[in-house]
């Protein structure tokens, strides 16, 4: 039976209550992707003019006004500080919040001012104990890999990494809106970086010849943005760490160091661990999951050592994953061989 022209007009109005809908939300979503981009351009022009010391002031600040806030961040902040002082009580976690929270905010006052300072700024502003490791492999033509904790100051790491070595390549995640991500490229780049988005196929053979032709690879190793990390002990809970790391070792001779940082005083510092070689006992899975066991016992020594200046308000360990992540990670077994979460 063919509707009738009454019904005709009431699925043609829902129709285009429904495409007025998606359209409002497009537009609200292009509007608020514009004040993000603005937000950042507006920190990058302002902050970075200010007098340093109100500058660092007002990050002070922020950062107590949005620990008082104690938004989902700031609480996951605490659950993962609880990891890491086991022997704290609430009240020492949420000291311990509020002063990573400080910590959050100022590499975040660092990044904003970073492209005004001198490069001998940079070279005094952050300090790598054990640097000789990286400074023997790079020499040696091999490459090196190294995997960073979110902590202290990277921006800066990276940096002053580029100017001893002459540039590095790494990737970072792809941020939205497209134009932020694009600006984030081209500050990075601007120190001599490399930036590949995460989640593009060819990423892991890029990084491969890049390491092969004797270059330094930073890469971000305590986050699983995608769902190809894999599980292993962290603080003595299963969390899920990327695989790349281990995999890019695996696949080249180039030598894979841990690298956890921090701040102290008026600098950041960062310390090389001991070379993790890769494992070659068992199938891939295995040898990926040992190699990247090996990564995590580092992290824990330097989280451990510095914990309020591990800026990760993400869940970490499975047990504070969401229920429809865990599912699908469950059933869909990490694909090692992509290049998903070795991202910055």
């Not at 792809?174 to 932020?180: A, Q, T």
């Not at 295995?286 to 016992?297: E, L, N």
Request: net charge neutral; aromatic share 8%.
């Amino acid at each position: 039976m063919a509707p009738t022209r009454g019904a005709r007009r009431v699925a043609e109005s829902g129709s285009a209550r429904q495409v007025t809908g998606r359209s409002r939300d497009a537009v609200t979503g292009r509007s608020r992707d514009a004040v993000t981009e603005w937000a950042f351009v507006a920190g990058w022009q302002i902050v970075r003019r200010l007098p340093e010391r109100s500058a660092y002031a007002a990050f002070d600040r922020a950062a107590e006004m949005l620990w008082r806030r104690d938004g989902e961040g700031v609480r996951q902040l605490k659950r993962n500080l609880a990891r890491a002082c086991p022997e704290a009580d609430a009240a020492e976690i949420s000291e311990l919040s509020l002063a990573s929270m400080r910590s959050y905010l100022r590499y975040w006052c660092d990044a904003f001012r970073l492209p005004r300072w001198s490069e001998q700024r940079i070279r005094e502003g952050f300090v790598l104990d054990r640097h000789e490791l990286m400074d023997d492999a790079l020499a040696a033509g091999d490459g090196a890999l190294m995997v960073v904790n979110h902590a202290g100051n990277w921006d800066l790491a990276a940096a002053w990494a580029c100017l001893r070595y002459g540039g590095l390549t790494t990737v970072a995640e792809r941020l939205r809106p497209e134009g932020l991500y694009q600006r984030f490229v081209a500050y990075r780049s601007a120190f001599g970086m490399e930036i590949l988005p995460t989640g593009e196929p060819d990423v892991v053979r890029i990084l491969a010849r890049r390491l092969q032709a004797g270059r330094l690879v930073p890469l971000m190793g305590d986050r699983d943005i995608g769902r190809a990390g894999v599980a292993v002990d962290l603080l003595g809970e299963p969390a899920s760490l990327p695989a790349g790391p281990a995999l890019l070792a695996e696949l080249t001779s180039a030598p894979l160091y841990p690298v956890t940082m921090w701040f102290e005083g008026p600098i950041a510092r960062g310390r090389v661990h001991d070379r993790v070689l890769p494992s070659t006992a068992g199938d891939r899975a295995v040898r990926i999951t040992a190699t990247t066991q090996a990564v995590a016992d580092a992290f824990s020594i330097g989280i451990r050592e510095h914990p309020v200046d591990w800026h990760m308000m993400q869940p970490v360990w499975l047990a504070d994953l969401d229920p429809a992540r865990l599912a699908a990670r469950a059933s869909s077994p990490a694909d090692i061989d992509a290049g998903e979460g070795t991202g910055a």
